[in-house]
């Protein structure tokens, strides 16, 4: 019942559609075109207009978890590949994207390991990423260690980014919101 009750929640507040304060493909907003980031694209592109005003606010105010972040730390290495799919437009991506890169930053994770791959509100690309890689919500951060998906996160958290993440990499036993579902 519980499983039913969560995955309910997470239906209703999920970017599957965008709501009005994101839905701004092809509009003007404060005399900049927007245009969604589709298929892959680099950090640098969210540091520019118009996503810039999002992801740097929400990077600025992303608070890290400096314990979990050390631990996070010591269990990197150049096998781990994170392939981050998300969508410009959706919220969820707005708030949990910027975050990821400050703590990745912090822990000094390589750039190069990091892929962008943007989504349009109908959660497809060109390249049919999202077939792929089986994405059923944005932003999934999916974790691939010697090339093999490890796991991902999906949407949400369920405790924090850093701890997530820890249960990933440290192979804990982490379950995704919409594990089982």
Known sequence: MKKITILLI?????????STKSNEIDETIDDIEYVDLI???NRTDLNK???????????ENYEIDLETASKLKKLINRKIKIKVIMGTWCSDSRDNVPGFFKLMDHIKFSKRNIELIGLDVDKKNPNEDELKYEIINV?????FNNDEENNRIVELTIES???DILKILDGSGYQNAYYGF
């Open 49 to 59: 207009d118009p996503y810039r005003s999002w992801f740097l606010e929400n990077y």
């Open 10 to 18: 997470l239906i209703f507040f999920s970017c599957k559609n965008p």
């Open 139 to 143: 932003p999934t951060f999916i974790f």
């Open 161 to 163: 980014l850093e701890k």
């Open 39 to 41: 298929g892959s694209f």
